[in-house]
């Protein structure tokens, strides 16, 4: 008993008393039985006590609350202070008058229940029963230790203060309602009221069902509106999928589009240059060398201090004769009474009026019979020559009022200078081929300015 809690023990005590009791009523039940049917079948001999037998005194103490940290021991000497009442304990005597048979058949029956009821897995398990039945009509399992139980017994008192508000403020409102109701109390007045409810609570309700109806048919709106924007949003996505496409596609075209421009821009640059270049000065070079005038570096004469090779002046005339044979063609001229047939170094000109006859517009520096009649074949070349010249400058200035040749033609002349090579002086003859080359020149500048007036301009293709 010392070794158990100070709450478990002290149940133990109430059940112990309680149990003693009931125990003893029900063994002394079956003790009498026993002895009815022991006295029928006949007198049997009463047992005694040993002399040894001493007085029997029981007494057990529910244990007083201590401080001590272990509440599984308490001092022996605190059992007497925590007597409170007498089913506390109980005291067992032994009687010194010698009891009969039957008395001592009870006596023997209360002695082996005592035996029974001191043993302490009896206790245990009349403990355990009976916090069974206590756990199984309340809340609460038990048995309970002593701090639960103060726990419980705080929580339940809080619960009962609570309770005991509320009850108090009802009974406030009921007995002002009561006084209320006692003064001003129109019966008329409450059914009129309490009809006027029910019509607005008929009125509430059918504005429900309406509401509700509403309800149905916005939420049918509003699906049919979610599949619709879903229908959007598809749309959205496959219109956004063709613009990145699209965007795509015409990133492309504007990059081809602009190496396109670029490719325009420089072939529009090099056809300019191209236009700008006269291929006639470049293909017909004519300049001057001191008192020689040169066509594409070929000197056109000699003098006595410079003796120049037949040859190179024979090349120049094939150049000349070349030059005005494609400024003719160029400005689509005929040439009246001469042709030219140029053929390199050895070019010549044709008479197609009259007497027809064929001039060799070369010359050689051999020294034989026949130089003197190929001379005169090759002064006659040349005065066609400059014939055919002013045929083709009259020509120019007839279609360039503002162009005049810097040097007049007349017969074998051109500037007052003799274009024969024989009975004339090189310095003469050298000069009047200088002046032709001259009058070439103007007359090919001429060609060439027609030409860019006659080229259509246009603007940009982009």
Request: hydrophobic content about 35%; aromatic content about 8%.
């Amino acid at each position: 008993m010392s070794c158990l809690p100070p709450s478990l023990t002290a149940f133990v005590l109430f059940v112990d008393s309680f149990s003693s009791t009931h125990l003893f009523d029900v063994e002394h039940a079956s003790q009498t039985e026993q002895t009815t049917s022991s006295e029928n079948e006949g007198p049997k001999k009463p047992r005694e006590l040993p002399s040894s037998a001493v007085p029997l005194v029981k007494r057990i103490i529910a244990p007083k609350r201590s401080s001590s940290p272990n509440p599984l021991t308490f001092p022996a000497e605190n059992l007497k202070e925590n007597l409170s009442t007498p089913s506390d304990s109980y005291v067992m005597l032994s009687r010194s008058i010698e009891p009969s048979g039957q008395n001592s058949g009870e006596m023997n029956g209360r002695l082996e229940i005592d035996s029974k009821r001191t043993s302490l897995s009896h206790r245990i398990r009349v403990v355990n029963r009976l916090a069974e039945v206590m756990s199984s009509r309340t809340d609460v399992d038990h048995p309970l230790c002593q701090e639960c139980t103060e726990m419980l017994l705080d929580s339940m008192s809080e619960k009962l203060n609570q309770l005991s508000k509320e009850y108090e403020c009802y009974k406030k409102f009921i007995e002002k309602i009561d006084s209320e109701a006692g003064e001003d109390f129109d019966q008329e007045a409450l059914t009129k009221e309490i009809a006027e409810l029910d019509k607005q609570q008929q009125t509430a309700v059918e504005s429900l069902e309406k509401m509700d109806q509403q309800l149905v048919g916005l939420k049918e709106e509003l699906s049919a509106l979610e599949q619709e924007a879903q229908q959007i949003n598809e749309m959205e996505e496959s219109y956004w999928q063709e613009y990145n496409e699209f965007q795509i596609q015409l990133q492309e075209f504007q990059n081809e589009r602009d190496s396109v421009n670029l490719k325009y821009d420089h072939d529009a640059r090099e056809l300019e240059r191209l236009q700008k270049t006269n291929v006639y000065n470049d293909t017909f070079n004519i300049g001057h060398d001191g008192h020689f005038g040169t066509i594409n570096g070929f000197r056109l004469g000699r003098l006595p201090n410079q003796a120049v090779e037949w040859s190179e002046i024979n090349a120049a005339w094939g150049q000349t004769v070349l030059l005005l044979y494609t400024i003719a063609n160029k400005l689509r001229f005929k040439f009246k009474t001469y042709r030219l047939v140029p053929l390199g170094s050895f070019s010549r000109i044709e008479k197609i009026d009259g007497d027809r006859a064929s001039y060799e517009l070369y010359g050689s520096g051999d020294l034989h019979i026949g130089r003197l009649l190929q001379n005169r074949r090759f002064d006659n070349a040349m005065v066609a020559f400059l014939s055919c010249l002013q045929q083709l400058g009259d020509f120019a200035e007839q279609q360039d009022p503002n162009l005049k040749l810097p040097y007049r033609i007349n017969k074998d002349k051109i500037g007052e200078a003799s274009i024969k090579l024989q009975f004339n002086q090189d310095e003469v003859w050298t000069r009047a081929l200088k002046y032709t080359l001259t009058n070439a020149k103007w007359i090919l500048a001429f060609a060439c300015s027609s030409q860019d007036r006659a080229r259509p301009r246009g603007n940009s293709p982009r």
